[in-house]
């Protein structure tokens, strides 16, 4: 199955990478502040309108810097060069990407967002979002900047978490599972076993999280507990949104069932996720 997506990933990426004509010249504004940023891609666009990146991919974060675009698309890696006139954005004909395989949807995404970048004419800033639009002024492409939130930088104790039945369960004692955002899309902590990390969207109250990896060790406190951070990360990749209240967070699920509950550590115990 691996080695299909990668040929399927490798057509698509043949495809994609090919130049697409401008319309028609665009109108030159002022030159936004773009450059030496790290801009997480919220939404792109299809055949069908803008869409919003899929959760289940890698957080993709692009940059500009001295005249060179660097990125992932959830799920390769691209690179290229541009220029900036004033608001004009002119990118080189010469993107590369890396040809990993990836699941048809996030190739799906990979080629719209390839095809949507090829089509850049101007691009806009205002504040915390970055938009490439094409010659008609359409949206392309949406970018947001990294943001602290009163999710962010704490560390989040896990109070209970959704086993499968019918209320929450607690951990079990001396698990020590925990929760950490960043303000660039990351996230990570420990399951009771191992750590683990994945990515994350935020936006308008929604929250979705993506496939969890761990680290490979082996579980210290037996199969009770490697069963336990099975069902902790799936818990936790079943979240669309959280409820905040005082120095609790509750994670739901899309009918508005939480699926875990933690309570932030003070801040003289908090630990950095490696």
């Known amino acids: 199955m691996q080695r299909l997506y990668t040929i399927l990933a490798t057509l698509m990426l043949a495809l994609t990478l090919a130049p697409v004509a401008s319309a028609t010249e665009p109108e030159k504004g002022p030159a936004p502040a773009l450059e030496g940023l790290r801009w997480t891609l919220t939404s792109y666009r299809r055949a069908d309108g803008l869409t919003k990146v899929s959760p289940k991919s890698r957080p993709p974060r692009f940059s500009f810097q001295g005249g060179q675009l660097s990125g992932n698309t959830g799920c390769n890696r691209i690179t290229g060069s541009y220029t900036l006139d004033g608001s004009i954005l002119t990118l080189g004909k010469g993107l590369a990407a890396t040809q990993m395989g990836c699941p048809p949807p996030l190739m799906a995404q990979e080629k719209a967002v390839i095809r949507a970048l090829r089509q850049v004419a101007t691009v806009y800033r205002n504040g915390p979002s970055l938009e490439l639009r094409d010659s008609a002024g359409a949206v392309l492409l949406r970018f947001s900047l990294p943001r602290a939130t009163p999710l962010t930088e704490r560390t989040w ?103 875990a509950r933690f309570v932030a550590e003070a801040a003289s115990s908090r630990r950095t996720t490696p």
């Open 157 to 259: 104790r896990l109070r209970g978490y959704d086993d499968g039945s019918a209320a929450l369960a607690a951990p079990i004692s001396g698990s020590g599972i925990t929760l950490e955002l960043d303000g660039e899309g990351r996230l990570g902590g420990q399951d009771g076993c191992n750590r683990y990390m994945s990515g994350y969207t935020l936006e308008d109250g929604a929250l979705s999280i993506g496939p969890i990896a761990t680290t490979r060790m082996a579980c210290r406190g037996g199969p009770e507990r490697a069963e336990q951070a099975q069902r902790y990360a799936a818990a936790l990749t079943r979240t669309a949104g959280y409820r905040l209240e005082g120095l609790e967070l509750t994670l739901l699920d899309a009918s508005g069932r939480p699926t």
